[in-house]
Every structure is written in C-alpha cells, then in structure tokens.
C-alpha cells in the first residue's frame, strides 16, 4: 500500500455543509427543492484564493439530524438538495482542479436506518451489535446504533457505499469514529475499495492511542492528528513549549510511517481563535501546521478569525458550526489580517512541498521560546516562536548556520540575508537558512 502521488500537495478547506449553509439546526428544515448544497460550491473560489487543493466535507448523506445519524447513505440529505447537487458540486470542484473528500460514518447509524427499523420489527438483527439492553450504541448515545462490523453484509455494504460516490467523483474519505471501529474490518473493506480506486485516500478519525499500530492495522492512509492539534494551543497557552517540542518528537516517529492529517481546528472543538488565550499567538499556530509535516486542514472561517466555543451539552456544537453566507463577498468585514496569514503561510508551502514528510529537531527551547529547524534532503526552513515579554535572539551564525533570510513572521522582515534575527515579544518568524 503506498498513498496517492497527489496528496503530497493537498490542503484541505474542510466544511461541515449542514451548518455552512444553514440546513442544520434549522426550524423549519429546508427540503431538497432548495438546493442548499449548491451554496458550497460557489465558495469554492474562496478555497482556491486560500491556496487550498481540495474541500473536505462533513456529512452529505440522509440523516435524522447533524450528518452522523446516517439513515440512507446512497442518498443526498434533502436539506442539502439531491443527487444533481452533488453532481454540480463534483462538476465545480473537478473545473478548478479540486479534490472532494466526503466524510463516511460507518460506525453507527440513525435510528431511522432502514435495517434498523426491519429489526425492531421483528425481521434480521444480525447487521447490529448487541449491548445489554436491545442493541449497542455510539458512546451512550441512544440515537446512534453501532454496527455489526463482524457481518460479512455489513463488510460488504460499507464497500458499496464507498464505490457508488468514489465513481460519483469523490476522491477519498474521512472515516469517521474509526476509532472504535475493528481495525481488521477496515483492513478487510478499504483494499476492496482500493481495487477499482488506488488513488483513492482514506483518512481514519482517531483521537488518541497508537497511531502507528492503527494505520498498520487498518491500512489508513492518515489518521487525525489530536495530539499535535492539543499540544499547539496549550502549549501556547499555558507558555511551555517543551509540550510542543514533545509532541513534535513523536510526530516525527509518526511521518517515518504515513503523513497524519494536521488542523488547529475543525467542526468538533473550539475555534482556534476562541481557544487561544491571547489572539496574538494565532500566528504562532498557523507557522506550526503549516511547516512541519503532514497533510494540513484550515476548518471554514478559521481563516478568517472565526470566533465559537464547543461545549458539551445538546446543541453544543453550534456554535463552531455556523451558517456562511451565500457567497464569500458578503464576508468582506471580516478578519482580512488573518486571511492573508493564511495565504502567505500556504503559498509558502507550496513553494517547499517536501515539508510534506518534513522532520523537526529543536535549536531553542524555553518555557516561552522556540525555534526549531523543520528539513529534509530537500531543503531546511527555522521557526521561532515567542511567548516571552522578552525578544528572542537568533544568532544563526553561532549555531553554525550561516545566514537566513525571514520570509514570514509577525514582524516587517529584513529584506536581506542575515547571520541573526530578533523576534519580538509575542512573535514568530520563518526563515530560510
């Protein structure tokens, strides 16, 4: 098994399309004749402008509420609109050369589900697992029924469904709650899968545990990488960079292996820039994900300062799930400062696309101060991060690295070459060296 070529190069514009464009919560519920998934694509040059290759999607397929309570997943949800939506989505993304990953949860359905209903009728069980009180749940929640991931029909199922919107032109998927799905049932499914599409990517959700062991085990490609995402803002947050260092360290042993799928949000955790305690290190975030390796994710609106706090209580994702508007000029009173952060940070990647396998090693390390060279055989980049009231000095010819020359940062960066740099208090800076 080897990833597809052309992740190498993808970033990803991750949206949750239920929220994006006001189909969920929504009282009353939009119906199929309003064609609200079609609002996603005219977003998509936003994407492109960003500097993203690709649009990750939450949940298209028929639920009962927020996407992960699946009841048909060969259907379109009708609050999105129909098939001829996602086809005019496919058609707009493949118009301007980007990738669609959809977002599979194939853990747990909807009560709803069609197999489902038949069993509580009285008809075949045999496609969900049991607990101890009728049928095993997701977690507790009572309107999400697990799986019987061991029924070769179910096996069999999962691999249809993936087929069917692979050849609808989809070109990979999030797997949701992989977690706590059998790695054999992923390792029995996904080469199937790969068969009719070996370029195909397929990102499993895991919050914690062995990634290493996982990915092996499942045949993943990637899976989502929480621990760099906890240690970036609370290392910020809490000024101990040697969390950071820390996570780095095992990130390197993660990318000996698969490149893990990197964010400083997405549609389950607080905003970015909610969850940092002081908005001047939003920047020191961005210059982590996107120069060290891994396959980066910019959640929708986090590039333009989007503020939402996840709390754990019913609707407690709202917030972090708003509606967009129509179309992205209607958004021009937004963060346009970190906009342009986030295009200069990706345009700066794609110039060094061997970042993508890139390892990290520490220069500089306190409390509150950080420069680490990120490398390969193919080129070398110096990051310093700064969280002290004091400056941070580089004095690059003493650590026997010549000169460098500061091609982002949060300062106004010297135009030439030079043998030490200074970083404010609460800045960063990239260099190449």
Same mark, same amino acid.
């Given at each position: 098994?080897?990833?597809?070529?052309?992740?190498?190069?993808?970033?990803?514009?991750?949206?949750?399309? !239920?929220?994006?464009?006001? &189909?969920?919560?929504?009282?009353?519920?939009?119906?199929?004749?309003?064609?609200?998934?079609?609002?996603?694509?005219?977003?998509?040059?936003?994407?492109?402008?960003?500097?993203?290759?690709?649009?990750?999607?939450?949940?298209?397929?028929?639920?009962?509420?927020?996407?992960?309570?699946?009841?048909?997943?060969?259907?379109?949800?009708?609050?999105?609109?129909?098939?001829?939506?996602?086809?005019? !989505?496919?058609?707009? &993304?493949?118009?301007?050369?980007?990738?669609?990953?959809?977002?599979?949860?194939?853990?747990?359905?909807?009560?709803?589900?069609?197999?489902?209903?038949?069993?509580?009728?009285?008809?075949?069980?045999?496609?969900?697992?049991?607990?101890?009180?009728?049928?095993?749940?997701?977690?507790?929640?009572?309107? !999400?029924?697990?799986?019987?991931?061991?029924?070769?029909?179910?096996?069999?199922?999962?691999?249809?469904?993936?087929?069917?919107?692979?050849?609808?032109?989809?070109?990979?998927?999030?797997?949701?709650?992989?977690?706590?799905?059998?790695?054999?049932?992923?390792?029995?499914?996904?080469?199937?899968?790969?068969?009719?599409?070996?370029?195909?990517?397929?990102?499993?959700?895991?919050?914690?545990?062995?990634?290493?062991?996982?990915?092996?085990?499942?045949?993943?490609?990637?899976?989502?990488?929480?621990?760099?995402?906890?240690?970036?803002?609370?290392?910020?947050?809490?000024?101990?960079?040697?969390?950071?260092?820390?996570?780095?360290?095992?990130?390197?042993?993660?990318?000996?292996?698969?490149?893990?799928?990197?964010?400083?949000?997405?549609?389950?955790v607080t905003r970015i820039a909610s969850q940092?305690?002081?908005?001047?290190?939003?920047?020191?975030? !961005?210059?982590?994900?996107?120069?060290? *390796?891994?396959?980066?994710?910019?959640?929708? *609106?986090?590039?333009?300062?989007?503020?939402?706090?996840?709390?754990?209580?019913?609707?407690?994702?709202?917030?972090?799930?708003?509606?967009?508007?129509?179309?992205?000029?209607?958004?021009?009173?937004?963060?346009?400062?970190?906009?342009?952060?986030?295009?200069?940070?990706?345009?700066?990647?794609?110039?060094?696309?061997?970042?993508?396998?890139?390892?990290?090693?520490?220069?500089?390390?306190?409390?509150?101060?950080?420069?680490?060279?990120?490398?390969? &055989?193919?080129?070398?980049?110096?990051?310093?991060?700064?969280?002290?009231? &004091?400056?941070?000095?580089?004095?690059?010819?003493?650590?026997?690295?010549?000169? =460098?020359?500061?091609?982002?940062?949060? =300062?106004?960066?010297?135009?030439?070459?030079?043998?030490?740099?200074?970083?404010?208090?609460?800045?960063?800076?990239?260099?190449t060296v």
């Amino acid at each position: 098994m080897s990833t597809p070529g052309w992740v190498e190069h993808a970033i990803w514009w991750q949206v949750y399309p !239920l929220g994006f464009v006001g &189909a969920f919560p929504a009282d009353p519920a939009p119906t199929a004749d309003e064609h609200r998934l079609r609002r996603v694509a005219e977003w998509f040059d936003h994407a492109l402008e960003l500097g993203a290759s690709g649009v990750a999607l939450g949940p298209v397929f028929a639920s009962q509420t927020h996407g992960y309570d699946t009841t048909d997943h060969y259907a379109v949800d009708p609050r999105l609109g129909d098939d001829a939506d996602f086809d005019h !989505l496919v058609e707009q &993304a493949r118009s301007r050369g980007l990738r669609l990953l959809l977002d599979g949860v194939f853990n747990h359905v909807g009560t709803e589900f069609g197999r489902h209903q038949e069993a509580l009728a009285g008809g075949d069980d045999s496609w969900f697992r049991k607990g101890r009180n009728g049928f095993a749940t997701f977690e507790g929640h009572g309107g !999400l029924i697990t799986l019987n991931h061991r029924n070769p029909e179910v096996v069999d199922y999962v691999v249809d469904v993936m087929l069917h919107w692979l050849r609808r032109g989809a070109d990979g998927w999030r797997l949701d709650a992989a977690y706590a799905v059998p790695d054999e049932f992923w390792a029995t499914v996904l080469p199937r899968v790969r068969a009719e599409f070996p370029e195909a990517w397929f990102v499993g959700e895991v919050i914690h545990g062995d990634y290493v062991g996982t990915v092996a085990a499942s045949t993943f490609d990637s899976v989502t990488q929480y621990e760099l995402w906890k240690a970036m803002w609370s290392s910020l947050n809490d000024v101990n960079f040697h969390e950071l260092d820390h996570a780095l360290g095992r990130h390197d042993t993660f990318l000996e292996t698969f490149a893990p799928l990197t964010f400083v949000g997405n549609h389950d955790v607080t905003r970015i820039a909610s969850q940092l305690t002081d908005e001047r290190h939003v920047g020191h975030a !961005l210059a982590v994900l996107l120069t060290v *390796g891994g396959t980066p994710s910019v959640y929708a *609106g986090d590039e333009w300062a989007y503020r939402g706090v996840k709390e754990e209580r019913v609707g407690g994702d709202d917030a972090v799930r708003p509606e967009f508007p129509t179309h992205p000029g209607e958004s021009e009173h937004l963060g346009h400062d970190t906009f342009r952060l986030h295009q200069h940070l990706i345009g700066l990647r794609r110039r060094h696309p061997w970042l993508y396998r890139a390892r990290t090693s520490a220069l500089h390390l306190t409390n509150g101060q950080y420069v680490y060279r990120t490398f390969s &055989a193919e080129g070398t980049l110096l990051v310093a991060l700064n969280v002290d009231d &004091a400056p941070l000095r580089m004095p690059l010819a003493e650590w026997g690295l010549g000169s =460098g020359r500061v091609v982002a940062g949060s =300062g106004a960066p010297p135009e030439d070459d030079v043998d030490a740099v200074d970083v404010e208090p609460h800045g960063w800076a990239v260099l190449t060296v």
